[in-house]
């Protein structure tokens, strides 16, 4: 009886081996593609944008994946990664209905391989023995299209799906939307300016090379009479003040049905970045406004105020000695400061702002007004004249006084409206007439043509919407500046994008959205996975708040006594009747000596309070891992244990042996 358990035993060791190597090999063909996603944010998860554009191929598309797999033996990370890029682009053959081929190439040295992907586009990466690994992407259509990744970069692997599918889907459409840029920033040059870019001394903004990528672009000028036909949508980002003539056309292209992106700031840091002469390039402004327009769209915003946030507050280093604290006039937004309902900010996570406006809808107006940015109720308002003679980041702090409103930093305008000019379109300016930018006198155009002139009609005047308008207002300018979204790194020769928050792909999924396509919002939303220290980040909010005015106060203390020390002891000095102190005033000395230190120690204690909280969460957190973690483990082990002993004495009990 004990030999055929023993047997039994050994069988079902055996077969229980059979079973899990049968399991193995069945799962490594059947399920090669399989994977658990259980990220927060579905990094790994297909979204839905590219299972659509996917479905919606309209020809074939051809990618050529070039790995040097020989090369790469020797290199686990980079091999790895080229089997996650490998198998995301089976899945998206397996997805495509048959729209995508698929090829393979194992470029080897001085093959023909090798000719093809280096003329393809390809970009060989050097190794430490000198060899050299091809491992990139060409995606081509049936017509003269063509795409390039030409090496797959790992500080991009969370973007990965959005590279993929962002190329595939340029080669499915067969012509780009035009996109209308009206603005008074460099975003093409970069702060150096058109001369410094020509010299090679400065580089775009980061956002232009995303909107170039996706759209094509028409630069206005910030004077035209008219929106060109060929224009799907306008993008206005801080511009310089208008002309009437300029707001008229605007105003036309919305009464028609055009949709509009603006961005405007009651102060822009990004157009005050020195360029090559040290000073911000000639024309730059610092405030921007539509008034006009804003008021027929039923919009108040004051050019004049910032909107501080305490609770969103950016941690920053200033001052000589490096010290840390919350600017509450650069903020990083939250996934619950963001718009959950509409497409350009539902699947976003953090946006980053700095010296923003403040949004509001006017009592009685015909729109509805929906935000989509809001501060925390941790928030106030101040002038930009105060922000400019004072942005020291403890001063701000220090005189705080939070007002408990949510503000507006960008809002969707939608429903019917009347234009901004009700009697026409403005005259042309005649000498003594208003200077540009003035109200001036209203004309019909064709009221001075002379007599047998070809008639050169305008178009049809509207006096309100044809429909409900659709329009997109944010009250910041600095999200398109790099430093607040986005880290540009040289990688083999190239500028490669590596984003930090979302600004980048709210300003794209805006564009997009107000053109008609939405498939990429889902994709580009996940671009950023930072994942803030919300415990941490309110307990230090919190401790500044108790202890910084303390800390002020011991810091005027140090430098008053410390004034009054050096006085005394310059008396002290020899020569002059001045060089003899008496005992009282060397007691005085020893006395201001002795406050030093007290204050000294009162300043250390304060900072040790300013990280007393922090201390104690994070050791309940190591305490969690190390020590908690392990004892459920036993325990669970224990009570199994317990459990089947308890077991056995019942089965030895029944039996009697």
């Known amino acids: 009886m004990t030999l055929d358990r023993r047997l039994i035993a050994i069988l079902a060791l055996v077969l229980a081996a059979i079973f899990f190597l049968a399991l193995n090999i069945a799962s490594t063909v059947f399920f090669r593609a399989a994977r658990l996603d259980l990220t927060d944010n579905q990094l790994?998860?297909?979204a839905d944008g590219t299972r659509e554009i996917l479905f919606s191929l309209e020809e074939p598309i051809t990618l050529r994946f070039f790995f040097s797999s020989k090369v790469a033996a020797s290199y686990p990370t980079i091999r790895s990664y080229a089997e996650r890029v490998r198998d995301l682009i089976g899945e998206y053959q397996a997805l495509s209905g048959g729209k995508l081929i698929v090829e393979e190439s194992d470029p080897e040295p001085f093959s023909e391989d090798e000719d093809r992907a280096v003329a393809l586009g390809i970009k060989p990466g050097p190794t430490e023995d000198g060899q050299t690994i091809y491992f990139g992407l060409v995606a081509t259509n049936t017509?003269?299209?063509k795409e390039v990744i030409g090496f797959f970069d790992q500080s991009r692997e969370e973007f990965l799906e959005y590279d993929l599918t962002s190329m595939i889907a340029r080669l499915n459409e067969r012509k780009k939307p035009v996109l209308g840029l009206v603005t008074n920033l460099p975003l093409d040059t970069g702060p150096g300016g058109l001369m410094a870019a020509m010299q090679g001394q400065s580089q775009p903004f980061m956002i232009y090379y995303e909107l170039v990528n996706s759209f094509e672009i028409e630069f206005l000028e910030q004077k035209f009479d008219t929106v060109p036909d060929n224009v799907s949508a306008l993008m206005i980002a801080h511009p310089k003040t208008l002309d009437q003539k300029t707001l008229y056309a605007i105003d036309q292209f919305v009464m028609k049905g055009g949709r509009v992106i603006v961005y405007v700031d009651p102060m822009s840091e990004m157009s005050q970045i020195p360029g090559s002469t040290g000073e911000p390039l000639q024309g730059a402004t610092i405030t921007s406004d539509l008034p006009e327009l804003f008021k027929s769209w039923g919009v108040s915003y004051d050019p004049h105020i910032i909107v501080a946030d305490r609770g969103r507050a950016r941690r920053v280093q200033y001052g000589r000695a490096g010290q840390a604290a919350d600017y509450v006039l650069w903020l990083s937004l939250q996934k619950s400061d963001l718009a959950k309902d509409d497409l350009v900010t539902s699947a976003l996570d953090a946006i980053s702002l700095a010296t923003p406006g403040a949004l509001r809808p006017i009592e009685g107006a015909t729109t509805q007004f929906t935000p989509l940015i809001t501060s925390s109720e941790d928030a106030t308002e101040i002038s930009v004249e105060e922000a400019q003679a004072d942005s020291d980041p403890a001063s701000l702090l220090a005189r705080f006084m939070p007002t408990g409103?949510?503000?507006?930093?960008?809002?969707?305008?939608?429903g019917p409206v009347k234009s901004a000019f009700p009697d026409g379109p403005p005259k042309e300016a005649k000498p003594g007439d208003a200077e540009e930018g003035g109200p001036g006198e209203l004309e019909n155009p064709e009221a001075e043509k002379p007599e047998g002139a070809a008639s050169d009609k305008p178009a049809e005047h509207l006096a309100q919407s044809k429909g409900p308008v659709n329009i997109l207002i944010v009250a910041d300018s600095d999200l398109f500046q790099d430093k607040f979204w986005v880290e540009a790194r040289e990688f083999m020769g190239e500028r490669v994008a590596v984003p930090t928050s979302g600004n980048g792909a709210m300003i794209i999924n805006a564009a997009e959205n107000m053109l008609g396509s939405n498939a990429l919002i889902?994709?580009?939303?996940?671009?950023?996975?930072?994942?803030?220290f919300t415990a941490v980040n309110a307990l230090r909010a919190k401790a500044e708040a108790r202890f910084l005015a303390e800390?002020?106060?011991?810091?005027?203390?140090l430098e008053d006594t410390q004034r009054r020390l050096d006085e005394l002891q310059r008396a002290a000095q020899p020569g002059g009747q001045q060089g003899v102190l008496s005992p009282e005033q060397e007691a005085?000395?020893?006395?201001?000596?002795?406050?030093?230190?007290?204050?000294?120690k009162g300043l250390r204690e304060v900072q040790r309070n300013l990280r007393r909280d922090i201390d104690r969460l994070d050791t309940a957190l190591q305490l969690v891992n190390i020590v908690l973690m392990p004892v459920t483990v036993l325990g669970i082990a224990l009570a199994l244990a317990a459990?089947?002993?308890?077991?056995?004495?019942?089965?030895?009990?029944?039996?009697?042996t």
């Open 522 to 532: 889902s994709l580009r939303a996940r671009q950023s996975s930072l994942r803030p």
């Open 44 to 46: 790994y998860t297909l």
């Open 405 to 414: 409103e949510k503000y507006v930093f960008a809002a969707r305008v939608s």
């Open 643 to 656: 459990w089947r002993a308890a077991a056995r004495r019942a089965r030895a009990a029944r039996t009697g």
């Open 588 to 600: 005085e000395i020893e006395r201001f000596r002795g406050e030093i230190v007290e204050t000294r």
């Open 143 to 145: 017509v003269d299209g």
């Open 551 to 557: 800390q002020k106060e011991l810091e005027r203390r």
